[in-house]
Structure formats: structure tokens, C-alpha cells
């Protein structure tokens, strides 16, 4: 009896180790030797289970381009707490549980149900913080890292595939100058650009590479400026001047638009205080994208700048669009803008829904008639169309202002049927900072 207890408890102790030694190798066949992250295998068994549960997966790639001259013009140690150290920047950007080591020099992080363009601007954010060099042990250490992305089943439909995709887009000779290339066999040439647009985009945003010019709004009852409408433009430097309508297209695609409109309302209000010290008396409209009222973060964002800038909220206004206001159901977003002061323009009225509703139910202050509806005063000087909308907009103690008037034959035809303020050509094309100040200091004198 004593035996066979013996015997068991041996058996038992010696299962028990088996169990333990098989788990720490498991353990081991997924973790990276080095870094300690999850391996390539483990990336493989992970994809494998997302697309057995039909999941949507990005996979971003980056690699040290020059680890392996760290490693010989500096030393083994060091390059091996580079890569630790680009591994800790890369979980402060990304779920740290998302993040694989396939070679030393070679990471991927996997992002599940999101979106390629998404994905470029985590990227590139990652790659703009490795632009200063990393400090190891005191030495500076300049990395050059690239990126490659790669989507299922965008890309590839096949999880093999997808694994053969990932290892050609990590070969140095796939990678472009722009730092990040999305895999593109299989995606048209227009994605590709619109993806390189985004990352451009982006990098304006980062570094003040946008400029605002200034239309102005003439009030035909004093005669005098009421105010202008800041206008983006974009030298990107790989298409030149770019549309502005075609690029804010693009950023409200990728969801970038906010980050624009935010750059939008923090210069305007920059040139709202400058122009303030130079004795420039103006209030300034932005436009405001449909995207920018899904939360209602515009608003304190806005608060804060006006308030760092010491700049009473009357001087700014907003230009929504009806389909923005009515796609959001933003009403109460409406009240809060108003609420701060800011006023609303409805911009672009005619176009969309044409619904005078909106005019009762929404905090509005001015309506734009669209350039269409004035390019149709041609020939005689009358317009009952838009006779009838002045004076809707009047009834419901609202004001009107024209967009787009070109001639002076609009001009009166507008002024007769008593139209409030007008914007076009006519008066002045958009025009920069110093010369809009002229314009405005030169008006009616
Ligand atoms: P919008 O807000 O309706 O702006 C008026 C557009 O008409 C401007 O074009 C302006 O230059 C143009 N315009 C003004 N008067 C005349 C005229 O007499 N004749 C002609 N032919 N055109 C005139 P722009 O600057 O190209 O902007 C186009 C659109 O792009 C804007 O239309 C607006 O929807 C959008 N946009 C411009 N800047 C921004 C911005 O900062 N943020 C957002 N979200 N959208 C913007
Ligand atoms: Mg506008
Ligand atoms: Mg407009």
C-alpha cells in the first residue's frame, strides 16, 4: 500500500512537472526571445482565430531600417534597448496587448476592426515621435523606421496570403520614401492617393502647413464690412495647390476633418486677436463640417481658445450646412454654440434639403443663398425665387446674405428686392491676412 502511494505521488509530481514544463514552452513558443512580446506565431494563431470570426484586421508593420548598423557601428546592447524602447512609444499609442515582435527589428500591431486610414494616422504619429532621436544610456540613437499596411481582406482574402503580403510589404525594397506604404496590388490607384493625402494632411495639421485667406461680407444697408468668411488652402507638397472642397472630401473620409476644423478655429482666432492690436474691426465665420457636430467637443474647444486669446465669442460665427445640422440632429449642439455667443450662418442654403422648417427650429442668425440661385439674376433684375426666401427669412426676423454675387447687375437686383449682406467676386475674391486688413481699412472711406 505504502508503495503504490510512493509510486503515485512520484507519477502525480512528475505529471505535474510535465504539465508546468509544457506550459512555460508554450509560454516560450510565443513569446519573442528578446523582447518578450508575443511572436510572430502567436500573431499567426490570433489572425487565424479573428478571421474564423469573420473580423475585419489591419496590420500595421514597422521596421528599423538600420538596426543592424546599430548593432555593428554601436553595439549589440544598445540595439537591443532601442528596440525595447521603440516598443514602449509604440504602447503608448496602441493597445500594448495588440503589439507582436517578429524579428528584433520587426514589429506589427494588429488592429481589429479598424480602418485603413485610421490605421496611417496611429502610424504616422508613431513615426513623427521617432523623428528626434531616442536616448540609450545617455547616446542619442536616430532611428530610421518605415511602415507597411496591410488589411483583411482588403488586401488579401487568404490568411496565408495575408502572412506572405506582410513579409514582402516588411522587404526594405516595398517601402517608398513617404515612410508609410499601404499595400497596394489589389487597391486602385485612387485609394492610394487618397491614403497619401491623408498622411499629407496630417503632417499640415502637425506643421502649420495650411493657410486661411479671407472673403469678405459687405452689409448693403451701412455699406460697410460686416465681416469675412476664412477660407483653407492647402500647398500640399506632393500635389500643389490643392481644392479645397477635394481635400476636406478626403478628410471627412478619414475622420481627420476634426483635427482641420480644430487647426481652422484656433488660427482664426489667432487673426481675430492680431488684428484686434492692429485696430482691424471684424468678426470672422468658419466652416463647419458635418462631421465636426457627431460630439459636441467643438464647443469647448472653442471656448478655450477664444477665452485664451481674450476674445469676445460675438466676433466668430459659424457656417453649417442644412445637411449637417440635419444629419446630426444637433439642435441642442445649436443652442450650446449659440449659447457661447458664437453666431450661425445656414451656408449654402438651396442646395440641400431647402427647408424653411429648419429656419424656425434652429438657433440660426443668417441664411446663404447659394451662388446657384444668384447666377440665375442674368438678364432681367428680378428673381421671384429668391424674393421669396428674403423674405421668409425676414418674417422669421432672420438675415439674408447672398453668396457668390459676381456683377453689378446682382448687385442691385438683390439690393431692390432687399437682401441684407452679400459675399462674391464683385466685392473681393478671398484674399490673405494683410491685404483682407487693407481691403477692411480701405472700405468706404
Ligand atoms: P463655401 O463655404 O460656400 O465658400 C464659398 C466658396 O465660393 C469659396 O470657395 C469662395 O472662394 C467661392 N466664391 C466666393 N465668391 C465667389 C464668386 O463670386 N464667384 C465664384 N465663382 N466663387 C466664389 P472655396 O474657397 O474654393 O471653398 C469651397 C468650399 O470648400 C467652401 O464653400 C466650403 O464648403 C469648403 N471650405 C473652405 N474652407 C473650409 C474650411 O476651413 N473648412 C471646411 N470644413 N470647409 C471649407
Ligand atoms: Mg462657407
Ligand atoms: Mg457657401
Not at 175 to 190: A, G, H, L, M, P
Not at 394 to 399: E, V
Request: proline share 2%.
Amino acid at each position: 500500500m505504502i508503495i503504490f502511494m510512493i509510486i503515485g505521488s512520484v507519477v502525480g509530481l512528475l505529471f505535474h512537472r510535465i504539465i508546468a514544463n509544457q506550459e512555460i514552452e508554450i509560454k516560450n513558443s510565443y513569446e519573442h526571445i528578446i523582447t518578450g512580446y508575443p511572436n510572430s506565431h502567436k500573431l499567426k494563431c490570433d489572425v487565424h482565430n479573428l478571421i474564423d470570426d469573420k473580423k475585419d484586421i489591419t496590420l500595421v508593420a514597422f521596421k528599423i531600417l538600420n538596426f543592424d548598423q546599430i548593432n555593428i557601428y554601436v553595439n549589440y546592447e544598445i540595439g537591443k534597448k532601442s528596440v525595447l524602447e521603440v516598443l514602449k512609444i509604440l504602447a503608448e499609442l496602441f493597445d500594448k496587448k495588440n503589439i507582436y515582435s517578429l524579428n528584433a527589428d520587426e514589429m506589427v500591431v494588429m488592429m481589429c476592426e479598424c480602418n485603413v486610414e485610421t490605421a496611417c494616422l496611429q502610424a504616422k504619429k508613431f513615426l513623427d515621435l521617432l523623428d528626434q532621436p531616442i536616448f540609450i544610456d545617455g547616446l542619442p540613437i536616430c532611428l530610421t523606421v518605415h511602415c507597411g499596411i496591410i488589411n483583411f481582406p482588403l488586401h488579401s482574402n487568404d490568411e496565408n496570403d495575408l502572412f506572405v503580403k506582410l513579409r514582402r510589404i516588411l522587404g526594405q525594397e516595398e517601402f517608398t520614401k513617404n515612410q508609410i506604404s499601404i499595400y497596394d496590388r489589389s487597391v486602385t490607384e485612387k485609394n492610394k492617393e487618397n491614403y497619401e493625402t491623408v498622411i499629407a494632411l496630417y503632417d499640415a495639421i502637425e506643421h502649420d502647413k495650411f493657410t486661411l485667406v479671407y472673403q469678405p461680407k459687405i452689409n448693403l444697408h451701412s455699406n460697410e464690412v460686416m465681416g469675412v468668411e476664412a477660407l483653407l488652402r492647402w500647398n500640399s507638397c506632393i500635389k500643389g495647390e490643392m481644392n479645397v472642397a477635394e481635400f476636406i472630401k478626403i478628410a471627412e473620409d478619414s475622420g481627420i476633418i476634426t483635427e482641420i476644423t480644430n487647426w481652422v478655429i484656433r488660427n482664426t482666432i489667432n487673426q481675430l486677436k492680431t488684428w484686434q492690436e492692429e485696430g482691424v474691426k471684424t468678426k470672422v465665420a468658419v466652416n463647419i463640417s458635418s462631421m465636426d457636430l457627431k460630439n459636441d467637443s467643438i464647443v469647448e474647444y472653442t471656448k478655450n481658445c477664444l477665452e485664451l486669446n481674450h476674445i469676445n465669442p460675438t466676433l466668430l460665427e459659424f457656417e453649417l450646412t442644412e445637411r449637417s445640422i440635419i444629419e446630426n440632429d444637433k439642435g441642442d449642439l445649436l443652442n450650446k454654440i449659440k449659447d457661447l455667443g458664437v453666431t450661425i450662418s445656414l451656408d449654402d442654403f438651396g442646395t440641400g434639403y431647402n427647408s424653411l422648417l429648419h429656419l424656425i427650429n434652429f438657433p440660426i442668425d443668417y441664411i446663404k443663398i447659394d451662388k446657384v440661385f444668384i447666377d440665375e439674376i442674368k438678364e432681367v433684375y428680378n428673381s421671384p425665387l429668391i424674393e421669396c426666401i428674403i423674405h421668409t427669412v425676414h418674417a422669421l426676423g432672420k438675415k439674408v446674405i447672398a453668396e457668390g454675387v459676381e456683377t453689378e447687375k446682382q448687385l442691385l437686383t438683390l439690393k431692390k428686392m432687399g437682401c441684407d449682406n452679400i459675399q462674391g467676386y464683385y466685392y473681393s475674391r478671398p484674399l490673405p491676412p494683410e491685404k483682407i486688413k487693407d481691403f477692411i481699412l480701405n472700405f468706404n472711406i
